[in-house]
Nanobody, 128 residues
Framework: QVQPVESGGGLVQAGGSLRLSCADS????????MAWFRQTPGKERELVAA???????TRYADSVKGRFIIFRDNVNLVYLQMNSLKSEDTAVYYC??????????????????????WGQGTQVTVSS
């Protein structure tokens, strides 16, 4: 059973960079589609980025394209490199794992209900 644990959140100035990490000790980690979501108070949790089990395929929310990069080492870590941060990126960021084929997530739009395992979240605050 995958149980993601996030780290790397914090306070950063607008225009700066931050890297989030998501670790899991499950031996089957490399079989899971992994994703980063974020949520702000009063809003629904939204997809930020997703990556296929092989790491060959990724997708991003339009709001972060060209600024964020998701990648994985396929041992037990997935990362979210966040560059050119904006105040609107302030949120709690969650790592999620899904056991369905990556193509399913592409078709469904990678909704929160498609992912079965979640981390506890890490706060990212971007000061303007």
């Amino acid at each position: 059973q995958v149980q993601p644990v996030e780290s790397g959140g914090g306070l950063v100035q607008a225009g700066g960079s931050l890297r989030l990490s998501c670790a899991d000790s499950a031996r089957t980690f490399s079989r899971y589609t992994m994703a980063w979501f974020r949520q702000t108070p009063g809003k629904e949790r939204e997809l930020v980025a997703a990556i296929s089990p092989s790491g060959d395929n990724t997708r991003y929310a339009d709001s972060v394209k060209g600024r964020f990069i998701i990648f994985r080492d396929n041992v037990n870590l997935v990362y979210l490199q966040m560059n050119s941060l904006k105040s609107e990126d302030t949120a709690v960021y969650y790592c999620a794992a899904g056991s369905r084929p990556y193509s399913d997530y592409v078709l469904s739009g990678a909704r929160t209900q498609d992912f079965g395992s979640w981390g506890q979240g890490t706060q990212v605050t971007v000061s303007s």
